[in-house]
Every structure is written in structure tokens, then in C-alpha cells.
């Protein structure tokens, strides 16, 4: 079993910057591959990035290629997501997402991932 807790979000005026992360509880943080999704209201969930085990691979949505950078630190059982150049339109609450699979494989699935945090909000005013 896995807890995900988000921090980092807030109100940043267009054109800032935002850090999340999301940290996990247990031992076994480095086995598994994390998400960041979000979700702005009357809309569904949306892949935002993912990043393999050991870091070395990543994905993003294209909304958040070269914006956004997705990180982890084994050691503190923490994954990151950057977020620069925010627009309005990036206003949601933003969730991360661990999955027990080792392989970096269907990362944009939502499906994929066996667990999930309780989310945090970013809202990016115009």
C-alpha cells in the first residue's frame, strides 16, 4: 500500500511558476513509476507527465513540453512536478499517480496506475 500527499499548489498570476510535489509512504517508492494528472472542473482527468523508476525516462502531454518537468528523489520518496510559464488555462488540481508496474509502458493511462493522492489545487490568474 502506497500514500501520495500533494503540496505546492496555489493562486501564481500567468506567466509564473509553481513546484509540487508529492510525496509516498512506504518502502518501495523506487519500484514504482509516477504520474502527475489533472483534472479542471466539467473536464476530465488528463495525463500531464510520468517518469520511469529510476528517472531516467520521462513523458509529457504536449501542453507541458518545455514547461513543465517532471523529477523524483528516491531517497526522499518524492516525485516533482515544475511548472513555468503557467497559463490559465493550466488551472486544475493536480494529482500524482504510482503504478506497481515496473515497465514504462501506457504511462498516459490513467488506468494504469494503482494509486493515487487526494490533489492539489493550482489556479493561474489571468
Do not use: H
Amino acid at each position: 500500500q502506497v500514500q501520495l500527499v500533494e503540496s505546492g499548489g496555489g493562486l501564481v498570476q500567468a506567466g509564473g511558476s509553481l513546484r509540487l510535489s508529492c510525496a509516498a509512504s512506504g518502502r518501495t517508492f523506487s519500484a514504482y513509476k509516477m504520474g502527475w494528472f489533472r483534472q479542471a472542473p466539467g473536464k476530465e482527468r488528463e495525463f500531464v507527465a510520468a517518469i520511469s523508476v529510476s528517472g531516467g525516462s520521462t513523458d509529457y502531454a504536449d501542453f507541458a513540453k518545455g514547461r513543465f518537468t517532471i523529477s523524483r528523489d528516491n531517497a526522499k520518496n518524492t516525485v516533482y512536478l515544475q511548472m513555468n510559464s503557467l497559463k490559465p488555462e493550466d488551472t486544475a488540481v493536480y494529482y500524482c499517480a504510482a503504478d506497481r508496474s515496473p515497465y514504462f509502458i501506457m504511462v498516459r493511462n490513467p488506468t494504469s496506475y494503482d494509486y493515487w493522492g487526494q490533489g492539489t489545487q493550482v489556479t493561474v490568474s489571468s
